[in-house]
């Protein structure tokens, strides 16, 4: 009688494992971020974005394993840069048409700051993906203004106002809806960029492109 030969092992099957278009997975990201905003991060589950999403809770488990994971995924795919629309030849104007740009996109991006503001501070994975999606776009954006502008002699590159332009842009943003109870919109940017930060760099309104 033939005997399996010792040692020789049993041939193992592959685990096949669902593949996720970029589309569908976009969807699944859309979910996510659409819940954080309207209940916040303590009320998303997997069961909730499965149902939103139209899709089963194990192949929401099987790509991301948990909650975080999926948001902190979500958080980087929905990354988006609000200072860098314009190039207008100008720092002064670029800076205006940032801030033009910036109020389009304030109230989503506060919703989803206030979602994740408590749950940010407990998990690290969330806090690298928010400021991954969510800032350091907007650093490297204002970056690329700065340098032009230095390459056109506009600024020089050791301005001593230079390294508080992110804090006050971010600040203001941040801050309006908590004194005033008022987005930070369009008027209220323009307004600061032109009356704050524009001055305070040594150039004038004059200096924008026309």
């Known amino acids: 009688m033939a005997t399996r030969a010792e040692g020789t092992a049993t041939p193992q099957i592959p685990t096949r494992r669902s593949k996720?278009?970029?589309?569908?997975?976009?969807?699944?990201?859309?979910?996510?971020?659409?819940?954080l905003r309207r209940l916040g991060y303590d009320a998303v589950t997997m069961e909730g974005v499965a149902s939103q999403a139209c899709?089963?809770?194990?192949?929401?488990?099987?790509?991301?394993?948990?909650?975080?994971?999926?948001?902190?995924?979500?958080?980087?795919?929905?990354?988006?840069?609000k200072f860098s629309a314009a190039?207008?030849?100008?720092?002064?104007?670029?800076?205006?048409?940032?801030?033009?740009?910036?109020?389009?996109?304030?109230?989503?991006?506060?919703?989803?700051?206030?979602?994740?503001?408590?749950?940010?501070?407990?998990?690290?994975?969330?806090?690298?993906?928010l400021r991954e999606a969510l800032i350091e776009p907007e650093l490297t954006s204002l970056d690329v203004m700065v340098e032009r502008a230095v390459a056109r002699g506009e600024i020089a590159a050791d301005h001593p106002a230079l390294p508080y332009l992110a804090a006050q842009l971010f600040g203001v943003m941040r801050s309006r809806p908590f004194l005033e109870g008022?987005?930070?919109?369009?008027?209220?940017?323009?307004?600061?960029?032109?009356?704050?930060?524009?001055?305070?760099?040594?150039?004038?309104?004059?200096?924008?492109?026309?």
Request: aromatic share 6%; hydrophobic share 40%.
């Open 87 to 129: 190039d207008t030849g100008t720092l002064a104007g670029d800076l205006v048409a940032a801030a033009r740009n910036a109020a389009s996109q304030a109230l989503p991006d506060a919703a989803l700051m206030q979602a994740l503001g408590h749950a940010v501070r407990q998990d690290g994975e969330l806090q690298g993906a």
């Open 182 to 210: 008022r987005e930070a919109d369009a008027d209220y940017l323009v307004g600061f960029v032109e009356s704050v930060l524009i001055p305070g760099l040594g150039l004038t309104t004059e200096d924008q492109a026309t």
């Open 55 to 81: 899709c089963s809770k194990s192949t929401l488990y099987r790509q991301w394993k948990t909650k975080p994971q999926l948001v902190a995924a979500a958080l980087r795919a929905g990354r988006c840069t």
């Open 20 to 35: 996720i278009t970029p589309e569908r997975a976009q969807e699944f990201y859309d979910a996510v971020l659409d819940q």
